[in-house]
DNA sequence: CGAGTGTTTGACTGTTCTCAAATGTCGTGG
DNA sequence: CCACGACATTTGAGAACAGTCAAACACTCG
């Protein structure tokens, strides 16, 4: 398994997920240097205040950024995944706001905010992919925001849980049919949608004794989508997805 | 008075807020054409499901940008001022997924998404400066989801009502020592914390009642700046502000 | 087999919501 | 100038959703 390769293709594909890349384009990408790195489950890639000199690409596994309180309470702002680059905000933003730690054993490859800004600077339509990039990632922050903000327990587990996550990983491949594996505990789910991890567990058991989806360990299927978009009141449009471009 | 000039210089404030931008930079912003608009109270700028071919900027009053819910309620996702480009969105994300509308009067000048897209095609610094808008945006929108997420309702007022709009405006020179002006209704201040009208008001009492802050009408005076921070839990990082760069 | 971690259950508490009505404020037109 | 309507704020009371605490139960991995 030679590890550069395949992971300036998914950088690639990453940076060129919400805009068409053209030869020169994919041409300057494909030279950034990569370091390739394994972490360990729980690990913290960044921290809050951290000045960080290098973004990350996802390789494997999955990775979440989130806050903690002072009263020691911690609200999870995104997951990522095999695929997504999770930490282009530092590219422009020196000091990170918030801290980011691997979820599962995860193969990320580092690439200098230097080669990643220089090729925005050559390449203007690389630098609409990064501002696209954050667009989509601010467009799917607000629907967060509706979704703590004004939807009751069950319909919010089953927007983010169930419908947002299983379209980003079928865009991504990591789905299998109606199917997902997500290494995600009911604690990590209540601290992403607001609830407590008691509430989480009662919930999970409602969506599945209403059987719109079925769980065993942390292997998810959909049930009935339609009645699971419903329930969740969920139109996908907030996550800008394309047409999985560069696998053709 | 002569609005052209006016909103020229508020529009490379605005898009140089966070990257220093070149005389070339300036001379570029400086031919974009723009048209002056005067906004009545409440009027839709944008609708979900619209595809703009302009951006505008805020020459005075305010506007907040929302999601309706098909059960009717309504989450504000952010709020605008006088001094912001409120959807530098669409530029390239053609479909906007929410609404938006004034919340005053208000005047606003469009620009064109074409001479907006040029004049970063043309300067490295412009297309950064986009993006980094699009990444502190996506910031503040964090620091709302950990807000809504994992505040108690107290703590959730203070910090976006009062903390974050008090250095907001004062970035955008709307505020005045500890006093602000600002044209929301409790309701509104509801449909943006996720709570309830009713309880919005119980807890402005609460506040009122600590000696936190003062109220009349819609002016809101800040009595003990750093008592409100510690009950709200408030670190102003997550804003990304800079010191007024462009009136020295 | 035991440790550690995650899930499930029960009982109780409490914050926040809903509904409904009273009170206050502002602008407009009679 | 007052009356009126529209809109916003305030109050009360009861209900509901979700949180907390604590313990039992599973599962996985050395």
């Known amino acids: 398994m030679p590890p550069a390769v395949n992971a300036h293709v998914s950088l690639i594909d990453s940076i060129g ?35 960080p ?20 309470s911690r609200q999870i702002l995104s997951f990522h995944f095999a695929g997504d680059m999770p930490d282009l905000q530092s590219l422009y933003l020196n000091r990170v706001d918030h801290s980011m730690c691997a979820l599962t054993t995860a193969r990320v490859a580092f690439a200098s905010h230097d080669a990643l800004r220089n090729a925005a600077t050559q390449q203007p339509r690389i630098a609409k992919a990064f501002a696209t990039h954050a667009l989509v990632e601010a467009s799917i922050l607000r629907e967060w925001i509706v979704n703590i903000g004004r939807r009751a327990a069950l319909p919010r587990m089953a927007h983010l849980f169930f419908c947002e996550f299983y379209l980003r990983l079928t865009r991504l491949n990591l789905a299998t049919g ?32 209403t059987e719109l989806i079925e769980s065993n360990g942390r292997h998810h299927k959909i049930r009935d989508w339609a009645r699971l978009q419903l329930a969740a009141g969920f139109d996908e449009r907030y996550l800008h997805l394309r047409p999985n471009s560069a696998r053709a």
Chains 1, 2 share one sequence.
């Open 17 to 51: 997920r919400h805009v068409d890349l053209s030869a020169d384009d994919r041409a300057m990408l494909d030279v950034v240097p990569l370091r390739a790195v394994t972490l360990i489950s729980k690990s913290e890639i960044l921290v809050e205040g951290d000045e």
């Open 53 to 72: 000199t290098d973004s990350c690409l996802i390789l494997s596994g999955a990775l979440c950024r989130y806050r903690i309180l002072s009263g020691g």
């Open 178 to 209: 109606d199917g997902m594996y997500l290494p995600l505990t009911q604690a990590d789910l209540a601290d992403a949608t607001g609830l407590s991890a008691v509430h989480v567990n009662r919930v999970l058991q409602a969506l599945r004794a």
